[in-house]
């Protein structure tokens, strides 16, 4: 790309490059302050901007119409300094090596703000898997486990669910890996159906967490749940349950939206409408005929607003325009770091993305937990563990903000990385 391209003419093959470098980009600068202020020199930086391991593969499938196709896959592992990586698998047309890279520290920092025993990893094929079928997505699975296999495995790196990847695929994942090793591993994997080893709980764990972080942000800000008027954008797995979670704890859920638009009543919505009705992509604005934008959604009056869709969504020319006093990012990235400093500067709580959307991943070690040890938890005692590190990680990052006057993504920043610096240090690697 030549530095002179205007954004206006990118191809959006070019503009999705671009975006995931700076996904990538962004992440090394935010862990660069964050190392220089927990003071920690360069080498440190030098280690931990980078992941340690990535795996590129090729992956023959054959078709239902008899082909070979040929599918690139990734592995990223960031640091296992702490312990075995962890992260989830994506499938997608527009996986790449930045992307991968990028999500793999975001594991690590989100492993380090929930304290868990992981460092962070990731992967993803690229492959557009609502072109195919149930049988060649099987067989494109088994063959990314066979393909990565040598540096997976539940003492090394764990994969879970990610973007277009469910139980079914964690269960054939898991099934191959278990036929490799030649006995059963069910903490190879997590996100995996309850029948074979999952967790109560892990469906709306990602949800319940920012649901958790929500109610901690609420405090700070001294405003009651009760009657808050909330915003979401996106009525996926993690928007639509949050709406649910927050409606039935008294809020008021005055706009909602999905990718081609939003609704909005300031007497709130009626949730479990929307939840009937919705499909299984989470759309249901084609059933309405007074839309909004997503970017009017965004900017509509209210308390509480929770970016639940996709990436770069508050960016510095819409920052100044949000009305909500706390704004808590449920997808991931989607706050500019620009306007992370104008929302900061405005006086808004922003509680960042490694932090709200935790609860998946707390959620999954509590699978593997229980995967390790035989024994199984009920729903409310996964809920019970989950709120106590949502709680605990919150606070943790809340008072590093205070005391260093940062804001809340630089010690979230702080909080994750410090875990693996230290470890990386008394190993002797630094
Ligand atoms: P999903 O695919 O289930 O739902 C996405 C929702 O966003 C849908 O309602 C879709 O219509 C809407 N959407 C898509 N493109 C949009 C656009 N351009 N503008 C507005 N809305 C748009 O996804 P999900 O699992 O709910 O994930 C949502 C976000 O949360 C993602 O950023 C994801 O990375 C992040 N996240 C999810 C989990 C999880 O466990 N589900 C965990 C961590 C982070």
């Not at 996709?310 to 997808?331: D, P, Y």
């Not at 009920?378 to 989950?386: A, D, R």
Request: charged share 25%.
């Amino acid at each position: 790309m030549s530095a002179t391209t205007s954004i206006d003419t990118l191809t959006k093959e070019t503009q999705e490059e671009k975006e995931s470098l700076n996904l990538f980009y962004s992440t090394q600068t935010v862990i660069q302050k964050a190392l220089a202020k927990l003071g920690y020199n360069n080498e440190m930086f030098e280690l931990l901007k980078e992941p340690i391991r990535l795996l590129t593969v090729r992956i023959p499938v054959r078709m239902d119409d008899g082909s070979v196709k040929i599918f690139t896959g990734y592995r990223s592992q960031h640091n296992d300094s702490v312990g075995p990586t962890k992260g989830g698998v994506r499938f997608h047309p527009e996986v790449n090596e930045e992307e991968v890279k990028a999500l793999s520290i975001w594991m690590s920092l989100k492993c380090g703000i929930t304290n868990l025993p992981y460092g962070g990893g990731k992967g993803g094929i690229m492959c557009d898997p609502k072109q195919m079928s149930f049988r060649e997505l099987e067989r494109l699975s088994r063959g990314y486990v066979r393909a990565i296999s040598q540096v997976v495995g539940p003492t090394k790196d764990i994969p879970a669910p990610d973007v277009y990847t469910n139980s079914q695929i964690m269960a054939w994942m898991m099934d191959e890996y278990s036929r490799l090793r030649e006995f059963d591993s069910p903490g190879f994997i997590t996100g995996k159906p309850l029948v074979l080893g999952g967790s109560q709980g892990r469906e709306t764990a990602t949800a319940r967490g920012v649901t958790i972080c929500i109610d901690e942000a609420v405090k700070k800000k001294g405003i009651e749940l009760k009657g808050a008027r909330v915003v979401i954008q996106g009525f996926g797995n993690a928007g639509s349950y949050l709406a649910k979670f927050l409606h039935d704890a008294g809020a008021k859920i005055v706009g909602v939206s999905d990718v081609y638009g939003g609704i909005h009543d300031p007497n709130g919505l009626d949730i479990d409408y929307l939840l009937d009705r919705r499909d299984s992509f989470g759309t249901f604005s084609k059933l309405f005929d007074n839309t909004i934008s997503n970017q009017e959604l965004l900017e509509l009056d209210c308390d509480i607003l929770v970016p639940a869709a996709i990436s770069n969504q508050i960016t510095a020319k819409n920052a100044h325009n949000i009305k909500a006093s706390i704004v808590v990012e449920a997808a991931n990235g989607p706050t500019t770091l620009e306007a992370t400093h104008i929302l900061t500067d405005r006086g808004i709580l922003l509680v960042p993305d490694i932090l709200a959307s935790a609860g998946g991943v707390t959620v999954s070690y509590f699978e593997w937990v229980q995967n390790n040890q035989g024994y199984y938890w009920s729903e409310q005692e996964v809920e019970e563990k989950l709120c106590k590190v949502m709680v605990n990680s919150f606070d943790n990052i809340y008072q590093t903000a205070q005391s260093h006057k940062v804001d809340m993504r630089l010690a979230a920043y702080m909080v994750g990385i410090k875990k693996v610096a230290e470890a990386s240090q008394f190993r002797g690697w630094v």
